[in-house]
């Protein structure tokens, strides 16, 4: 009894006093140096980093991109989407064709892409966000598929072989080509959709999303239009990823639709719930983890896609919500 | 004036009779209450208020505006706000947060202002919470704005409830069972809230209740229903000494009142 009330008012203490690193992170200021000694780093990492190592980066960082969008949709507003590649296949193939058949400038195709995005996300979202997640689920795995389906049979997609001569994007005058720019072209694109998921969250629309996640009715009881929250989430969703298609297209200079198979729905899916659904922070982590693990273990070959998933099931079953802590108070 | 008027409603699922030509008004500015025994489709009269039921036939006038029918969301928009019997809030988000749900339909921010940060979405942002705050210290918890719901005691997250509710800035209050669960002291404060909010808020309060003290002392006007129809009608000591009540509780009514 006695260590029983010890240790109540010993955690009352922690609650007011808080120490440690979660308390010291509770500070902005501390938070603003932390991201600011990371993003110098990360600007700094190509004069130490080989050609290889830059790859992978800018593998991480297209993945962070890609797995932000999803994590407005999944983590934020709490559909479960398994066709995300879709919307990243539709601004990929947007920029790929306009630049390659039609020889429009590369910046102006994400405007394009973006409405494409937008409008693919709204005809998806429309008459199936009234469905309750599990059908949504299905509903979306089926549209991820016809997408790919399409790009694989039309002509003007480049039919199996894809989509190859894409334009490189110059900017001023100066043409992007080396992987160093490419590197930098998505660290920033990384940075911005860090920065629009935060100041989403942290507003009217991201708490909307919120609330639709915690509970549907009692959201709607509070006058909030579920549909058409949700159908928001879809559409910033979509835009994400075809914006990210875009640039992916542009460095890669050639897409195939193997490129948007389920399995990449899939492994976005994964970097989010990995690192913690609806947690910026952690979705960052699970992209790093997603891109990363399969290098470092490339020695053991085959074997590596074995323990990723060992490793997999042990975090999802030790820490359910995600790598990155929940917040409490 | 009538604010609430319910004219002839019926409810069926398949075959079962869930309300039976139920009508009754509730006048601007009272404290009404629906109350019948367990099972007598209170809480279903709720749910064809706000729109989560779709009633069979009838029609439901609020504010002028015939809702029959319409969204949930519509009639929060339009000024009817509700608790729910058994708590719904928004477990995993702070308590401030949880009443800013409120706001939700009395602002305007979308996402492209929400990243750009604009003005008038600050300004809105500021609003919006003060706002909130002075629901939260209205109900007297102002202190905890900053936890996670789930962590609060009962007796607090039901106040979070009604702060959430008042955020919708209603016309009309529905409370369902609000008293569920609390002591007698939370209780005697719920009596003076729900006064309160009446009197300085000019809110209209209609009530969903088992504890018949509670309804007594602040209801002015009682609806009474059973399977679905309305038994009886008055104010207080009408309904106690009304006959057709005292069966439809039998004996019932005298554990609840002591």
């Keep these: 009894m006695v260590n029983l009330l010890q240790t109540t008012s010993m955690d009352k203490g922690g609650q007011e006093n808080p120490g440690g690193l979660s308390g010291w992170l509770q500070h902005q200021k501390n938070r603003l140096f932390i991201l600011l000694v990371l993003a110098a780093i990360a600007l700094l990492v190509p004069l130490i980093s080989n050609n290889y190592g830059l790859e992978i980066l800018t593998n991480v960082w297209f993945y962070v991109v890609l797995c932000l969008g999803l994590n407005i949709v999944v983590g934020y507003a709490g559909l479960l989407d398994l066709g995300y590649a879709a919307f990243f296949a539709v601004g990929a193939y947007t920029t790929g064709i306009l630049t390659s058949e039609f020889g429009v400038n590369f910046w102006l195709t994400i405007p394009i892409a973006v409405c494409f995005s937008a409008c693919s996300g709204c005809i998806i979202g429309g008459p199936t966000l009234r469905l309750r997640s599990d059908y949504l689920a299905i509903v979306t795995l089926g549209f991820g598929e016809i997408v790919r389906i399409i790009a694989r049979n039309l002509e003007i997609t480049g039919g199996a072989s894809g989509l190859i001569g894409i334009e490189r994007p110059s900017i001023f005058g100066f043409q992007l080509d080396q992987i160093v720019h490419f590197y930098y072209v998505f660290l920033i694109l990384a940075i911005i959709a860090g920065f629009v998921s935060y100041r989403l969250q942290h507003s009217r629309m991201g708490r909307a999303w919120q609330y639709v996640r915690e509970d549907e009715d009692a959201a709607e009881a509070m006058g909030i239009n579920r549909v ?83 490793v997999m099931l042990i975090i999802m079953l030790y820490r359910p919500e995600g790598i990155w802590p929940a917040k409490k108070s | ?244 009540v005292i069966e439809a509780y039998l004996g019932k009514e005298e554990d609840e009142a002591a």
């Design chain 1, 228 to 310: 058409a929250v949700k159908l928001y989430a879809y559409v910033i969703g979509a835009i994400f990823g075809g914006v990210a298609g875009c640039f992916f297209a542009a460095k890669m200079t050639a897409i195939s639709p193997e490129t948007f198979m389920f399995q990449q729905s899939v492994m976005i899916l994964l970097g989010v719930v990995l690192g913690g659904m609806g947690k910026i922070p952690g979705v960052i982590i699970g992209a790093f983890a997603l891109v990363l693990f399969p290098e470092v273990f490339r020695d053991i070959g085959s074997m590596r896609m074995l323990v990723f998933a060992v």
């Design chain 2, 1 to 244: 004036m009538a604010l609430l008027e319910v004219k002839n409603l019926f409810l069926r699922f398949g075959g079962l009779h869930v309300i039976k030509d139920l009508s009754f008004t509730v006048e601007e500015g009272s404290i009404a209450s629906l109350i019948g025994p367990n099972g007598a489709g209170k809480t279903s009269v709720f749910n064809c208020l706000t729109g989560f039921y779709k009633p069979t036939d009838g029609t439901i006038i609020f504010a002028q505006r015939d809702i029959t029918r319409k969204k949930p969301h519509k009639i929060t928009q339009h000024g009817m706000a509700r608790t729910f019997q058994n708590l719904r809030l928004f477990k995993s988000m702070s308590v401030l947060e949880n009443v800013m749900s409120g706001m939700h339909c009395r602002s305007s921010a979308g996402p492209i202002g929400s990243i750009l940060r604009t003005s008038s979405q600050q300004a809105e942002e500021a609003s919006i919470t003060r706002f909130c705050e002075q629901c939260l210290d209205f109900v007297g918890i102002l202190d905890e704005k900053d936890r996670i719901a789930s962590n609060l005691s009962y007796g607090h997250q039901r106040r979070v409830e009604w702060a959430r509710a008042l955020a919708t800035q209603p016309k009309i209050l529905l409370f369902d069972e609000p008293a569920a669960g609390l002591n007698y002291d939370e209780k005697q404060q719920l009596i003076q809230l729900i006064k309160r909010i009446r009197d300085e808020l000019g809110i209209t309060i209609l009530l969903i209740e088992h504890d018949m003290g509670l309804v007594m002392k602040v209801s002015e006007r009682i609806t009474v229903i059973d399977y679905g129809q309305k038994i009886a009608q008055g104010n207080a000591e009408e309904v106690q000494n009304n006959q057709k």
